[in-house]
Structures are given as C-alpha cells and as structure tokens.
C-alpha cells in the first residue's frame, strides 16, 4: 500500500532532521588528507589490466565524502578505478565516485559529469569530492548541491574523472568513452553496491564541460557499450563545435579555458601523437608556459590567469590566424562536433537546453546538434532558456532536469521532438518539493553571488572563488 504522499515527506523531513542533529555531533572521522592522484598508488592500473574488458573494476574502495552538508552524513561512498579506452583505442585506467543515499532506489543510477574543465589531475572529482582535499570554488559547490539534490531525490550518483587518467579537457571521444566504462564499472560492482538488477537502469547527465562528456556518450552508446540499461540524458550548455567554442572565448573574459582545452587535446591518450610535434613546433615560450600552467592548475586559476588569451597572437604561437587551417588541427576539431555523423546519434531520449544569451558557449550550435540528432530520428526535448547566463542556467534549468531524469526512468518521456522556451531566470525554492528546499535556497544564493545573466562572474572573475558554505 501507498502511504499518503505528505505524510512520506514529514517522516522524511523529520528523519533528515533527526539524522543532521545526530550525524553533526559525531562527524565521520577522516583518514587524514587524501594523496594527490599524481601520488596515490590507487590511479595506477595493476599489471595486465590491458586484457580486461572495457568497464571492469581494477580496484575499489571506500572513501570519505567531504561536502554533504545537507544531507545525513556521513553518506557511503565508494570510488573505483576501471578499464576504459584511448582515442587510439588502447587500454587506459579510469576512476570513479560513487555515492550511495540511505533509501536508494536499488534498480537504478545516474551518471552526473561534473565540469571539471581543467587538464591537471589535481583537479580530478575523484580527489576533490574527497574529504580533507582543497576547497572547490564557486561552480563546483554549486555542482555538489545538484549531486546531492539526485541523492535526496533517493537516486545512487556516480560522477566519474571522465576526462581520463592524463586530465584531458574537451576531447569528445575519449570522454564519451570513459562515461559508457564507468557505467559498465558501477553495473560490475553491483553486489557490493546492493543493487537489486544486473541491468540496471541509468540516466546521464552533465553541463557545460560534462556536457561534451554526456553528449559524446550519448553520441557512442550505440556503438561503443550498447548493452547498457540507458533510460536518458540530460546535457546543458553543450559545446557541441569546439571549434566555434574557442572562436567564442577567445580574447575574452573566459579564454583562459583555451590553454585547457589545448593541454587536454594534445595529451598522450588523445590527439599528442598527431598534434604534440606541431605544438613544439610553433609554440613561443609564452604559448609553452600557458600550457604548463594549464597541466598543472584548475578552471578559475586559469580564467584568473589567462583573460584576454587569444590563440591567433604571435606572442603564443607563430603560425598566427592560420592556426584552426592547418590540416592535422583542422582534423581534430572536425572530429569533435556532435551530430555530424549519423551513426553517432542518440537511440535515448536526450534532454538538451541551453541559454539563448551564453557568452561561453554558442547557443546556435547546440541547437544544430538538436535538430540534426532529430533529423536521424533520436528523441530530443530541446529548452531555450531565453533570460540568463551560461552558470545562470546550469542552476535555473535543475528543476527540469530533474523532472525530465524522473520521467525518463518512468519510461514517460515524450518521443519524438520538441523545442520550447523558459521565460524564468531564478529558483522557485519550492519547485521540487519540501525535501529540496534546503538545495535550493543553497542554489538561489550561488545565483545571486553570479548576478543576473552571469553579470559579476563576468566583471569580476573572482567571483567564482567563493565557495557556498554548507554550514
Ligand atoms: C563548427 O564551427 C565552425 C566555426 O564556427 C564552423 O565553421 C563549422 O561550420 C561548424 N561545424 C558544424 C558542423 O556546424
Ligand atoms: C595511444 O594511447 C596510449 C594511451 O594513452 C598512449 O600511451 C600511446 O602513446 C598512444 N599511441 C599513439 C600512436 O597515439
Ligand atoms: C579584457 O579586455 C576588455 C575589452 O578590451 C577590457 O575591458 C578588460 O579590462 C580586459 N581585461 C583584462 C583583465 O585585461
């Protein structure tokens, strides 16, 4: 029998209460700080783990979490390093979180790719989301609040370094990859995880930088690891056409994500074999310190860095405005744009919006990607968010995201397409409900500290440095 449904919600509320009170009293106990990847024999795949199969669990253990404030803590969370694959198709090691709510749905799971944006290992989830690691900034902390909005919504979330063992940001093949294998990986686990199917049912989802990671797994799923239980995917500000990407960032208040996404092409498990020798070729020694820089910090210490970069100036490389021309880069961006090629078309509802007005990545494109996935016959719901900035709306859009994971387990989403418009540019605090209600007002707060349409991230970058306290 069903219990009524307010009643349900105030044992639950009640309960969560209860469990804050007690939880707060006696925090976990941390095993002191966590070793960065570069140090911590846990990345390093054991010998031999090239003959495994795609996805299978090379080591696991279990973690202590260091951001849920709201939620009864201390949550149980597990990380796994896994088999996944190269652009060149070799075999590379992956590592994964997995966090698990008390109630879990137990036939399900949703895969959330965070925008990590960033090619330095430091950076990874996998370290981050650790208890004792550095603090995250203001993005990031936004971004753990959805994680745990899917938690307290009763879902296990997994949030995989999906940009693979070298940190490579942007690369849409090599990312896709290492979201199908850190699915496969969780199914593997599934005993110790307690879930109830060995197929269980997932939904991926990710914005901006893990929207490439979300889109080119959707975009591969077909081909790559079409044995997966995938209900749906949910992907925001998707830079569908890096090339176009870069043409917007570029000499402007975000462009410090170009030496990032430049280190991340040019990584050994990416496109180094075609592009490394060209790089020390025509990379001056202010292009070469960029890039350095970029190996070797995070996402607001590069925007911090580099605002005002362009990638045609002589001062970092000497091939100028004929950069994107030359033939084995041209290739290489021409391989990362989502719904070129037909066999790289969703067969899972996908759920894709976007701000009409982002200034980082170009609304005109992921429209394209829409329509000509929908061309080739996938189901796509495609949202224009029409007021609003790019971070804006990662955080507006939540409460449709979520509705749209919901219905795509229910098996509920509409099939075939459909484009529409939001007018909202803030957070209803009660929009999914009393259990929500502490996220959302967490996420109202990092909405007014971006300001409307991203306007103080804009003018001030520094911004992004504050952190939402969960206290
Ligand atoms: C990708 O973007 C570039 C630069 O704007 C553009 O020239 C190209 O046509 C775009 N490709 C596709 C397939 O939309
Ligand atoms: C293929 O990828 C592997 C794994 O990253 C790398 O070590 C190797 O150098 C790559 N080979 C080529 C030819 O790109
Ligand atoms: C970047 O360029 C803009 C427009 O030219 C200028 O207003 C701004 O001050 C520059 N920012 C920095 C940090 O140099």
Known sequence: MAWPVPVVRLALVAFMALMVAFTSAAPAEPRGIPQKPADDPFYQPPEGFQNEAPGTVLRNRKIVAGFFGLLPNPIEAHQLLYRTTSTNGSAIAGATTIFKPWFPKKDRFVSFHTAYDSSATICNPSYTYQWGAPPTDLISSAEMLLI???????????????????????PGHLEG??????????????????????????????YS????????????????????????????????????????????????FIPAAVAGLTMPSTYGAELQPLMERILTDKGREALDFARSHCAVANLLKYPNLSLFSK????MGEGLLEEPSIKSVL??????????ETPTAPVFAYHAKQDDIVPYDDASRMAKSWCDNGADVKFTTFAHGGHATTEIVALPDALNFVKAAFDGKTESGCSRNTELKSDLDPLALGVELEPILNRLIKVLSNLGKGDENMKNNLNVLDKTVSTS
């Not at 745990?148 to 940001?169: H, R």
């Not at 990859?177 to 109830?196: H, I, Q, Y």
């Not at 021409?334 to 066999?343: C, E, Q, R």
């Open 209 to 256: 930088g893990g929207a490439i990671a979300t889109g080119w797994a959707a975009s591969l799923q077909p081909s790559y690891a079409p044995e997966l239980n995938i209900k749906g995917w949910v992907q925001g500000g998707t830079p569908s056409n890096l090339t176009s990407t870069l043409l917007l960032i570029d000499d402007s208040t975000f462009s410090g």
């Open 315 to 318: 001062d970092i490389q000497t």
């Open 334 to 343: 021409g391989k990362n744009i989502m719904g070129v090629n037909k066999d």
């Open 177 to 206: 990859m290492g979201v199908l294998d850190n699915m496969r990986a969780v199914t593997n686990f599934r005993e110790k995880l307690g879930l109830s199917t060995d197929k269980p049912m997932i939904v991926g989802a990710g």
């Open 148 to 170: 745990e909005a899917y938690l307290i919504s009763g879902y296990i979330v997994v949030s995989p370094d999906y940009e693979g063992p070298d940190a490579a940001f942007t």
